[in-house]
Every structure is written in structure tokens, then in C-alpha cells.
């Protein structure tokens, strides 16, 4: 997939994501902000640490292990930030989410095309 699909999926999981939990997590700034470029790095960023140089560019980072390590970062993340809103009005844990979320549906994305992911 090229990159701007990826930032594609990415920004339509973070608007839901968002839409859920944005409106309880307030940042210092505007989470929408903050959140979005963290989606779009974490989206991008697998292609940036394994290049597609071949059509078998996908290894370590692009491997199932990856997609469940990383699914579970990101549902820990969102619930902490989650816990961290009740008591306060800055959530690091909010953007940090975002980002697992972009990588999340990145390997997501990947594994649905023809060549999938490596066990």
C-alpha cells in the first residue's frame, strides 16, 4: 500500500477514535491536532523502519507478533489516558495512543492485501 492510503485509514480510525475518547482527553492544546499528526507518524512509520526496496520488504515490524504487540500498546495506552482524564486536563497517554493506533491499522491495512504479514 502506498503511504497515503495508509495516512487515509489512519485519519479515518483517528476520527473515531477521537470522536470516543477526544471528547473526555483534553490536551494543552487541541488534541485533534496533537492526536492527528501522532496518527499520521504512527501510520507512516513501519514503511519508514522496513522500506519497501522489494515486494518481501516486510519483516520484524511488519509481522503479526507486531500487530497484536502493538494492539496491545494501544489499548493500554487509550485506557490509561482514559484513567489519567478523570484526574487531569493533559493526557501524554492520548497522543501516545494515537500514534499505536496509526501503526495499528497500518499492519491492519497490510494484512489484508494479497501478500499479507510474516508470522
Known amino acids: 500500500m502506498r503511504s497515503s492510503e495508509h495516512i487515509g ?6 476520527l473515531g477514535y ?6 473526555i482527553v483534553s490536551t494543552i492544546n487541541d488534541p485533534w491536532i496533537w492526536g492527528g499528526l501522532a496518527v499520521v507518524i504512527g501510520s507512516i512509520i513501519p514503511d519508514w523502519i522496513e522500506p519497501a526496496t522489494n515486494f518481501q520488504h516486510r519483516g520484524l515490524f511488519h509481522s503479526i507478533g507486531s500487530l497484536k504487540a502493538v494492539g496491545l500498546l494501544f489499548g493500554s495506552t487509550a485506557l490509561i489516558a482514559l484513567i489519567i482524564a478523570f484526574f487531569s486536563t493533559f493526557s501524554a497517554f492520548y497522543i501516545i495512543s494515537c500514534f499505536f493506533l496509526g501503526y495499528f491499522f497500518h499492519l491492519l491495512a497490510d494484512s489484508i492485501t494479497p501478500m499479507g504479514l510474516p508470522r
Open 18 to 23: 477521537a470522536y470516543v475518547i477526544g471528547g
Open 9 to 14: 485509514i489512519g485519519i479515518i480510525a483517528f
